[in-house]
């Protein structure tokens, strides 16, 4: 099975700063990774997918980059609403999810 | 409007059983993979089970190979999760998000919309 992992756990950061999580896979998965972004209560919403492509209607403020194993989603400028947990998805191989990371406003 | 609605989370003893149910509406259900996220409480999310297009290829975690069994009724544009001997581990918040693709050949899709899930408790 392939593990993924993600850094930090815990993210706090002012509005207006750039924002970067991490995700490692076990074994390289090409570019087949996403990101989810989870609001408390909320159902996940897709965010960035191989790897580096915005999904329609997201905010440019995302992006994503990196292949084989090592990932990373970026917010250019964090915002109040972004408040959230994001989670990496692998589907190279079935499907399986980072941790999360929880970004906090500091 | 893609629209996924999930129903049937409920109260269940450990070992038993519970049939979930995902109504799908606004694309064309039949031409799309579908899938189970569950997420207990105060946790992360994590895989459960997935279905191809046509219904013929399951994909199971094996976390609840055995014990679930997904199926799908394309005539009716609908999701199941059929779960037997629910352990106190299985309770959660279901979630069931439709797949980008038909189905996993060398790589599977990522889940382009979700439902506002249906919770689990097994508990005695």
């Known amino acids: 099975d392939i593990q993924m992992t993600q850094s930090p756990s815990t993210l706090s950061a002012s509005v207006g700063d750039r924002v970067t999580i991490t995700c490692r896979a076990s074994?390289?998965?090409?570019?087949?990774l996403a990101w989810y972004q989870q609001k408390p209560g909320k159902a996940p919403k897709l965010l960035i997918y191989?790897?580096?492509s915005l999904e329609r209607g997201v905010s440019s403020r995302f992006s994503g980059s990196g292949s084989g194993t090592e990932f990373t989603l970026t917010i250019s400028s964090l915002q109040p609403d972004d408040i959230a947990t994001y989670y990496c998805?692998?589907?190279?191989?079935?499907?399986?999810f980072g941790q999360g990371t929880k970004v906090e406003i500091k | 409007e893609v629209q996924v609605l999930e129903s049937g989370g409920a109260l269940v003893q450990p070992g038993g059983s519970l049939r979930l149910s995902c109504a799908a509406s606004?694309?064309?259900?039949?031409?799309?993979?579908m899938t189970w996220v569950r997420q207990a409480p105060g946790k992360g999310l994590e895989w459960v089970s997935g279905?191809?297009?046509?219904?013929?290829?399951?994909y199971y975690a094996d976390s609840v190979k055995g014990r679930f069994t997904i199926s799908r009724d394309n005539s009716k544009n609908t999701l199941f999760l059929q779960m037997n001997s629910l352990r106190a581990e299985d309770t959660a918040v279901y979630y069931c998000?439709?797949?980008?693709?038909?189905?996993?050949?060398?790589?599977?899709?990522?889940?382009?919309?979700w439902g506002q899930g249906t919770l689990v408790t097994v508990s005695s």
């Open positions: 998000a439709k797949v980008t693709g038909r189905y996993c050949s060398t790589s599977c899709f990522p889940f382009d919309f």
């Open positions: 606004g694309f064309t259900f039949s031409t799309y993979a």
């Open positions: 279905i191809s297009a046509g219904g013929s290829n399951t």
């Open positions: 074994q390289s998965i090409s570019s087949w």
């Open positions: 191989d790897a580096s």
């Open positions: 998805q692998q589907y190279n191989n079935y499907w399986t």
